[in-house]
């Protein structure tokens, strides 16, 4: 472990789509590690993290389908665009270039909560409807917004 700051889990990413909201917790400690680990795991790292994100974006896209969720073109968009800059990052990094998957992880937490918020949280909304006939009530805790 080093002195690297890394990302951590907070209920504010809590969407009220149990299966989501579980796959969220695991995306958030792959990128954790992406973050905070040695340079010399960063390569399984990003493999690790390259995984995930398969697994995490082809179930997001299946339930997108499933369910004939409109807005889908640009989440799954969204999500190409993250793979394609993941295989270049993985391929950079097995070369040495250690700075490059550091830059990636980063901006992986910053992309990941907006993502959330407006994209995720839309499908969750639209599964819960499907599914319940409601959108989701979340309860979150120990959120310190400032306002």
């Keep these: 472990m080093t002195d690297r700051q890394g990302m951590q889990w907070t209920d504010a990413f809590l969407l009220g789509y149990d299966a989501m909201d579980e796959t969220h917790r695991e995306f958030v400690d792959v990128v954790n590690r992406l973050l905070t680990c040695a340079d010399s795991e960063l390569a399984s790292a990003m493999r690790a993290f390259i995984i995930h994100a398969e697994a995490h974006f082809g179930q997001e896209k299946a339930w997108m389908e499933e369910t004939d969720f409109p807005p889908r073109e640009c989440h799954i968009d969204d999500h190409e665009a993250v793979m394609d800059s993941a295989r270049q990052v993985e391929d950079l990094v097995k070369t040495g270039d250690f700075e490059v998957g550091r830059e990636f992880a980063a901006e992986l937490a910053g992309w990941f909560p907006s993502h959330a ?8 909304q639209w599964m819960a409807k499907k599914k319940l006939g409601g959108v989701p009530v979340v309860l979150r805790r120990n959120l310190n917004i400032e306002h």
């Design 117 to 124: 918020d407006y994209l995720d949280s839309a499908l969750a």
